[in-house]
């Protein structure tokens, strides 16, 4: 039986892409480097901020690293949910869900991922928040699942794991657990084909939970 679903944030439950494409851009500006557009945002996220940092300065502007974040920090900080919107389904899945116990894992930080879902009304229905500074590690490590399930005393095999990135899948896999791919967020569908369900909106989620526990209650 399921009794426990891990949710990625970004790409999954919510929509936040023009906010943080808003606050990169801001984070940019003063050092000459070209606006991004919200679908490079989107391709770079995934991996944590620093990631992203890494990846949008590359190693020649690694100097000018510590500035730029302070500038998106304040700016994102700021202006979390300006745009960003929960994606269709979500709230009435997770009151459809509501016999499980539920969790975010997000690789946004801990602080601003519970401010988010906050900000949209979601945050209620999650029993812990976990962030990129949470637990020593992030997704792909299985860490902060295993931290999950380890303090809410159940076993893998109870457990779900629902993201739109190969992060989240590779995480679920590595922690034992079952994986659920969004093919609606931030990653192209074919990247996803290792997860073992795909589901095109949210509310196609509570009939996977079902099916599972039919099967095996």
Known sequence: ???????DLDGTLVDS????????NYAIEPYGIEALTVEKTVGMVGGGLTNLMQKLLGPGRAAIMPEVLIRFLEFYSAHLADFTVAYPGVAETLQRLAACRKAV????????????????GLVGYF?????????EEKKPSPKPLLAIMDRLALPP???LMVGDSIYDIQAGKAA????IAVSYGY???????SADYLIDRMDGLPAIVEGINAREG
């Open 1 to 7: 039986m399921i009794k426990l679903i891990m949710f």
């Open 157 to 159: 095999r109870e457990a």
């Open 105 to 120: 894992i997000s690789n946004k930080r801990e602080a601003l991922s519970r401010r988010v879902l906050e900000i949209l």
């Open 17 to 24: 892409a023009r906010d943080i494409n808003n606050a990169l």
């Open 127 to 135: 029993e812990i928040i976990l962030g990129s500074d949470s637990v």
């Open 187 to 193: 990653r192209e569908k074919q990247s996803l084909s």
């Open 176 to 179: 034992g657990v079952r994986t």
